[in-house]
């Protein structure tokens, strides 16, 4: 179900694209990314959330929203051109802190194994986090221990590097453990090929102008959802689990 923006509050500070923050018709409050983000964002957030939320992973509430054009015809110093009318994707405001180094022992470990995995997956090298910091995309709930996983706008990564992802990802100690258990990486083949079974459906869900990179829809979107799934269905080869 589409959410309905009635109110567009301001434009962040943080995060690579500057989500605008809006407010929905169900009263949340939305981070939304819109035209202005690039479509190829849109595309990978919508199916890598997905794909995610299908394996079980904390990830924050999103969905799809409107945003009126009458919301945008006041907007004469055009702040808000970069969000645009239409549909675009909006992730629902969490009541989070920032992920701190010492809590990293606090999150269970087969939470940390199954975004390890996830990200190598869906070629996700924006995980990045060591002792001298880093922006791994994640925040804690405090008060109930728990992860929260956001942004996936750099999925499906066309220069993903297996080297740097294994030496920067935040849970890569974890990396061992997982390649080196047969009966592990058989489990984790099942959980994928689970979750691939909603693709059509994670697809056919896609609004039609994202397939598009302007107003007008006459020039084509640069994301492909077929090499994308390509991509998805490397877990069937023998050397998905050769990462040591």
């Known amino acids: 179900m589409t959410v309905e923006i009635l109110e567009i509050i301001?434009?962040?500070?943080?995060?690579?694209?500057?989500?605008?923050?809006?407010?929905?018709?169900?009263?949340?409050?939305?981070?939304?990314?819109?035209?202005?983000?690039g479509r190829d964002s849109l595309f990978k957030e919508w199916i890598a959330g997905k794909l995610g939320l299908a394996m079980g992973l904390p990830i924050a509430p999103f969905s799809l929203v409107n945003i009126p054009e009458e919301l945008l015809?006041?907007?004469?110093?055009?702040?808000?051109?970069?969000?645009?009318?239409?549909?675009?994707?909006?992730?629902?405001?969490?009541?989070?802190?920032?992920?701190?180094?010492?809590?990293?022992?606090d999150i269970p470990i087969q939470?940390?194994?199954?975004?390890?995995?996830?990200?190598?997956?869906?070629?996700?090298?924006?995980?990045?986090?060591?002792?001298?910091?880093?922006?791994?995309?994640?925040?804690?709930?405090?008060?109930?221990?728990?992860?929260?996983?956001?942004?996936?706008?750099?999925?499906?990564?066309?220069?993903?590097?297996?080297?740097s992802f294994f030496d920067l990802h935040i849970f890569k100690e974890e990396a061992p453990a997982i390649c080196g258990d047969f009966l592990c990486t058989g489990k984790y083949n099942q959980r994928l090929a689970q979750a691939l079974l909603q693709w059509d459906t994670i697809v056919d869900q896609i609004p039609?102008?994202?397939?598009?990179?302007d107003n007008e829809m006459t020039v084509p979107a640069n994301f492909n959802p077929k090499l994308a799934f390509e991509m998805l269905n490397r877990y069937t080869r023998n050397d998905f689990w050769i990462w040591l």
């Not at 434009?11 to 409050?29: L, V």
């Not at 645009?84 to 989070?96: H, L, N």
């Not at 221990?145 to 956001?150: D, F, P, R, T």
């Open 111 to 163: 939470t940390k194994r199954d975004l390890l995995v996830f990200d190598w997956w869906v070629f996700n090298e924006d995980r990045k986090y060591t002792e001298q910091g880093g922006n791994p995309n994640l925040f804690w709930k405090p008060n109930k221990k728990e992860l929260v996983v956001i942004d996936h706008n750099q999925a499906f990564d066309q220069t993903f590097s297996k080297e």
């Open 10 to 37: 301001r434009r962040s500070d943080q995060g690579m694209t500057k989500p605008f923050i809006c407010r929905g018709n169900d009263d949340e409050i939305y981070f939304v990314k819109g035209f202005g983000a």
């Open 208 to 213: 039609a102008s994202w397939y598009f990179a």
């Open 73 to 105: 015809l006041s907007d004469t110093l055009e702040k808000y051109s970069d969000l645009g009318a239409g549909i675009a994707f909006g992730s629902c405001k969490q009541t989070v802190t920032e992920l701190s180094f010492s809590v990293i022992s």
